[in-house]
Nanobody
Framework: QVQLVESGGGLVQAGGSLRLSCATS????????MGWFRQAPGEEREFVAG????????DSADSVKGRFTISRNNAANTMYLQMNSLKAQDTAVYYC???????????????WGKGTLVTVSS
């Protein structure tokens, strides 16, 4: 059974930092492209950042470029999202997802975690 479990969310002031983790089990982590997505209330789930299976390529949404950094540790079956200079508009539930993808659209991802809430107070 594939499981993706996010952690590290919480309440932070604008300008602060958080580090999210996504621990996985039940899949060969090193073979999967991994992504972070987020969904704010009343909004669609959107792509935040992605990292290829061998970590040789990353991508991120324009809204987080220069502030968020995605990384992975294949030996630990875990992915991370370092979020710096957080803004109120970053408030959302953050989800990790796994897939073998050619595009970072949510429909391309095969497995999802249940999400972790990030709240940024202004």
């Amino acid at each position: 059974q594939v499981q993706l479990v996010e952690s590290g969310g919480g309440l932070v002031q604008a300008g602060g930092s958080l580090r999210l983790s996504c621990a996985t089990s039940g899949l060969t982590f090193a073979l999967y492209d991994m992504g972070w997505f987020r969904q704010a209330p009343g909004e669609e789930r959107e792509f935040v950042a992605g990292i290829r299976w061998n970590a040789d390529s990353t991508d991120s949404a324009d809204s987080v470029k220069g502030r968020f950094t995605i990384s992975r540790n294949n030996a630990a079956n875990t992915m991370y999202l370092q979020m710096n200079s957080l803004k109120a508009q970053d408030t959302a539930v953050y989800y990790c997802a796994a897939g073998r993808v050619s595009t970072w659209h949510r429909s391309a991802m095969n497995f999802w975690g249940k999400g972790t809430l990030v709240t940024v107070s202004s």
